[in-house]
């Protein structure tokens, strides 16, 4: 019975150490669990935090990126020679001059209209000057009795002198006839020259041409009433222009003025003449550049004798430079227009720089330009006004590096 029982309590205890050894098994497979989830938590979190400052740094390099302008830039073309200057110009009468009335009155007769070829000195017009006549005949009127006043005043003068040497009559009395007589002297002088005045005003009634030339307008007719002057209430009879010598002004760029040297030989070309061309002398400058357009105006003078050549027709002017000039073209849209003059935006070492250029001609779309720029410079197509020399840029490489 007592063995039974031992047995029982053998058995019993090592049940109960079996089941204290299971229970602590477990409770270590459940802290390696736990510790491997929050290792593995801890290896999400550092991924995320890892993979969204990596995502930080590269906006942060976009955003740094797209904060540098982006540009188009072209190279300029090599533009070839340039031996002669070919520029627009407007042809002018060598002597042009309206005609107006120095008298007034009515219009008695013209002689010639337009188109017609007048010599200088020939009768234009003839006008009646009714008023300037009467006041000429009583200008006139006035000298003879003048004339009359100052005969008896000299007259009564001569005759005091002995008179005074017997000492009949006063020193006083002769003094007055002396002054009376110089008096009248005085007015015979001034109606003579009042005479000489209407003569004067009264020899305009003919208009008479004041060069050889062609009259080129008439705005008058027989009885049209002519006020004299070129003022406002002025009106101009005729219009004369001398036609067998033209005269042709240039405004040659700054950078060719060299070229407008005076006895200098210049063609003509004009569209209404194919294939012609007339010969011109480059007579002279206004030595002075035109600080608006940066040009030198200069005349060239064309021989017309035979009168081809119209006053205010379209030329072009072909001028020789006395040596060659090397140039480089530009597409306009990359000019820059500046207070202290032209310029260009070059992108040098990933910056813009503001570069001064010379103009030669303008062909529209593009320009011609003599310094400044070579054809190895990248030049900023479209440039903003804003721009100034130092910005960094970079170069859109999607565009072609010349246009």
Partial sequence: MVDTEEAIERETSSVEEAGSGHSRLAGAVVMLVLLAGALALGLVIYSGIKARAADEKKLMLATARAAIPTVKITHPKPGASTQELILPGNTQAYADAPIYARTNGYLKRWYFDIGARVKKGQLLAEIETPEVDQQLQQARADLETAKSNFDLARITAERYQPLLKSGVVSQQLADQAGSDFSAKKTAVDSAAA???????????????????????????DTGSLIDAGSAAQGKELFHLAALDKLRVFVGVPETYSRAALPGAKATLTLEEFPGAT??????????????????????????????????????????????????????????????????????????????????????????????????????????????????????????????
């Fill in 278 to 403: 007339f010969t011109g002398i480059l007579a002279r400058s206004t030595n002075s550049i035109d600080p608006a357009t940066r040009t030198l105006m200069v005349e060239v003078d064309v021989d017309n004798p035979g009168r081809r050549l119209l006053p205010g027709s379209y030329a072009f002017v072909h001028l020789k430079l006395p040596k060659q000039i090397q140039s480089v073209t530009l597409p306009s849209n990359t000019l820059l227009f500046r207070s202290e003059g032209m310029r260009v935006a070059v992108v040098r070492e990933g910056r813009a720089d503001l570069v001064a250029i010379t103009i030669g001609r303008d062909y529209g779309n593009e320009v011609e330009v003599v310094s400044g720029v070579g054809p190895d410079d990248a030049v900023i197509l479209d440039p903003a006004d804003s721009l100034v020399s130092g910005t960094q840029v970079q170069i859109d490489d999607a565009e072609p590096m010349s246009q």
């Fill in 194 to 220: 009042n005479v000489r005045r209407l003569e004067q005003v009264q020899s305009f009634q003919k208009i008479y041409a004041p060069f050889d030339g062609v009259v080129t307008a008439r705005n008058t």
